[in-house]
């Protein structure tokens, strides 16, 4: 090269830029100490960590963790509330006709008791009437029980059987006594018992006897008491 043509080189190098000269270099393929190389691996590394994730790449299995449905309970029949079944009915009515049977019996029988061994005429005053409305009462209560299917007893049941027993031991005013006083107890306890049945009873007919009887009953616990107070 000549004079010339050297000094035109170092010319040019010289009014060039720092950056001009690094992309000469790099145009070149020269090394450049102000620039970073990667070797071939590093290269392919460095592309395969920056390359974008594939859309067709395979992905794992997605687990549904969801909790499965359970199978619906089946529905339990309703249980009526208050419903009464037609043979506790007829249990109720049986009861009742029952009862009041033994309780017209019962006051039958101390009373015809009471005509025999008391000589207190306000005690055999009070049996009659005793004996009259209570036959009344049995004579009433008898068709509604047969057209119920009802067979009433003639006995005064195991209840009353005491009453009935410890009469049949005494005399005078002893007698009249314990006489007085189980009319007072027996019906005080039919006069609960008709009380009870016009409320809860089912049967009409029965619902009409004990509508119809419970006045009386409850004038013959009056009496009663009234005789139980005053001594006879």
Do not use: C, W
């Amino acid at each position: 090269m000549s004079i010339f043509q050297k000094h035109k080189v170092r010319k040019i190098a010289g009014s060039l830029s720092l950056v001009g000269i690094g992309a000469l270099f790099g145009v070149m393929g020269l090394p450049h100490s102000g620039l970073k190389t990667h070797s071939p691996l590093e290269a392919d590394s460095l592309a395969l960590a920056q390359a974008p994730t594939s859309p067709s790449s395979p992905r794992a299995p997605q687990v549904n963790t969801s909790p499965r449905p359970r199978p619906a309970t089946p529905a339990r029949p309703a249980t009526p509330g208050s419903r009464v079944s037609p043979a506790a009915t007829r249990d109720i009515d049986t009861k009742f006709a029952i009862k009041a049977a033994q309780s017209d019996q019962t006051e039958i029988q101390t009373s015809q008791l009471a005509l025999q061994k008391s000589t207190n005429p306000n005690v055999r005053q009070y049996a009659e009437r005793m004996i009259r409305d209570h036959t009344t009462s049995s004579q009433r209560l008898m068709p509604i029980a047969m057209q119920k299917g009802i067979t009433l007893p003639k006995d005064v049941g195991p209840l009353n059987r005491p009453l009935l027993d410890e009469l049949s031991q005494l005399s005078g005013s002893e007698f009249d006594r314990a006489y007085i006083v189980g009319q007072v107890r027996g019906h005080a306890g039919t006069q609960a018992e008709y009380q009870t049945y016009q409320r809860a009873g089912r049967d009409a007919n029965l619902k009409a006897f004990a509508k119809q009887f419970l006045p009386i009953v409850s004038d013959h616990l009056e009496m009663a008491q009234n005789m139980a107070a005053k001594g006879f």
